[in-house]
């Protein structure tokens, strides 16, 4: 797994969409005024011009470039996102160099393959091709992605691909790819070679000095390389925060470290008590992302009632007081593929018992957390594996006593045998 930089692994604020270029510095300022950590801020499809990818709305966002300049004087980045499918439009430059130069996936009788996706009518690019691999990566240069700044980063959706009126809402599976290879014999691959395109222009982009940070809904073996996965669209119900913690589970054990699950849940509105729990997981899980769809409420923690604010701010910077540690994870990870999320029979395969135990987990060997999943919870059920020496239940009294006023997390044997990376917290002043 490739080693990501240390912002992506801080806390990420996105939503579809926010409005304007005020909109997103009205979110930076409400996070700096509650003293709320915030890395990364991000813009789903409607920062477009109708959808075309590497274009801006002129009106919403007519200094692109200029409103990236001033998250960074925070020390934050912006991540945009670009899916595969391309408008089919005169007049729009991507679109035009692809049906010239032949970039796009094609049908049986050699034309275009065509569908339908957020734009409307589009075509989707032939990945498969290397050439076309180095094509798409060079549009990721500061000269070719007008309004792209060097804090500007990348969100890769729809990539399975997503095709709306397509055979289950993916593409013909004899549609044809480089050297006439058809469709249903690289469907799996298609979202990986996104990434793995975006990702390495990126890493061009800054002349191999910095590391990429690049999410991607699609991927397969091999995907770890490039950068982060998430869970895809969830919903805010408790159901579906208790289901992100074996999903979670399951995708590290495969060899995807860097991965997590919309805190918040994407669809619908949650309810303050689900929001804090979902914040209080989300902040000890790899990827810690909130997002919302567009019909919901707005429920950014800075504009929250005074209570929930500060719970949730707690948890914000739990996740960064932990940095060192994440980060430390993260490198063991690249070395040796141990995930960072890990079911407790990875570090204690001896107990049965931790076996049958998917509502809690470790963080690397010295983290124990057990999220509250369940509504009016005031008092939590935790499984202590391994051996430990409990003076007049201390131990447990803590435990109850955490749940109890709103924090999900139980630490056990806290870095006694870990070794910490020295990792700078001075964000806007260091590189890496």
């Known amino acids: 797994p490739t080693l990501p930089p240390l912002f992506a692994i801080a806390y990420h604020q996105s939503r579809w969409n926010y409005d304007d270029e005020h909109d997103v510095i009205s979110v930076n300022k409400g996070y700096e005024m509650n003293d709320i950590p915030m890395d990364v801020v991000w813009l789903d499809i409607e920062h477009t011009d109708s959808k075309k990818y590497f274009t801006w709305d002129s009106t919403r966002f007519p200094n692109p470039a200029r409103m990236q300049k001033k998250l960074w004087k925070y020390g934050r980045r912006m991540v945009t996102i670009i899916d595969p499918h391309i408008k089919r439009e005169d007049g729009y430059h991507i679109h035009e160099e692809a049906e010239k130069k032949q970039l796009y996936v094609k049908c049986q009788n050699g034309s275009s393959y065509q569908g339908w996706c957020w734009p409307g009518l589009s075509s989707w690019i032939d990945f498969l091709d290397p050439e076309i691999q180095q094509w798409w990566s060079s549009r990721m240069q500061l000269d070719k992605y007008s309004g792209s700044t060097p804090s500007l980063f990348t969100w890769n959706d729809m990539n399975e691909p997503s095709v709306f009126n397509g055979p289950e809402m993916t593409m013909h599976k004899d549609a044809v790819h480089f050297r006439n290879v058809e469709h249903r014999d690289v469907h799996n691959i298609y979202g990986l070679l996104q990434h793995q395109a975006t990702t390495e222009g990126l890493t061009i982009r800054s002349g191999n000095k910095t590391r990429p940070f690049v999410l991607s809904r699609a991927f397969f073996a091999g995907s770890q390389r490039y950068g982060a996965i998430w869970t895809g669209d969830n919903t805010a119900e408790w159901g579906h925060l208790k289901a992100s913690i074996p999903m979670l589970l399951s995708i590290g054990i495969a060899g995807m470290p860097f991965c997590g699950a919309d805190v918040g849940g994407f669809f619908k509105d949650p309810s303050p008590e689900l929001l804090i729990r979902w914040y209080q997981a ?86 124990l957390v057990k999220p509250v999943t369940e509504a009016q919870v005031r008092n939590w059920r935790v499984y202590l594996p391994g051996k430990y020496h409990v003076s007049g239940g201390e131990i447990v009294r803590r435990m109850m006593c955490v749940c109890t006023f709103f924090k999900c997390y139980v630490l056990h044997k806290v870095c006694l045998k870990c070794t910490i990376l020295a990792v700078s917290q001075a964000y806007a002043n260091v590189k890496y």
């Open 282 to 367: 989300g902040a000890f899980q790899p990827f810690f992302r909130a997002h919302a769809h567009q019909d919901t409420r707005r429920r950014e923690p800075h504009i929250l009632d005074k209570n929930a604010r500060a719970v949730i701010r707690l948890a914000i910077t739990d996740r960064y007081s932990w940095l060192p540690y994440w980060y430390t994870l993260f490198w063991v990870a690249s070395q040796s593929g141990v995930p960072v999320m890990r079911p407790l029979w990875v570090e204690y395969p001896k107990e049965k018992k931790a076996f049958d135990i998917e509502d809690q987990y470790l963080i690397g060997k010295d983290l």
